[in-house]
């Protein structure tokens, strides 16, 4: 893959990772777990796949939702 491939792979992967942690603090806890699923999906070999993998695993904490 050419070094722009890379990088717009990596961009989404950003966006997609970052989408995770803005729904994390507008208390969106389902969405973000469902987001995660989805990177997980996008990018099984992603930079933070091991934190990503934490979040979509984690159960429901009761919070809001």
Do not use: C, H, W
Request: proline letters at 5%; aromatic letters at 6%.
């Amino acid at each position: 893959p050419s070094a722009a491939v890379n990088a717009t792979t990596s961009s989404a992967e950003d966006d997609a990772y970052l989408a995770i942690i803005d729904s994390l603090r507008r208390g969106k806890n389902a969405e973000a777990r469902a987001q995660a699923k989805s990177y997980l999906l996008r990018f099984p070999n992603g930079f933070r796949r091991v934190e990503v993998l934490n979040l979509a695993t984690r159960q429901p904490d009761g919070g809001s939702d």
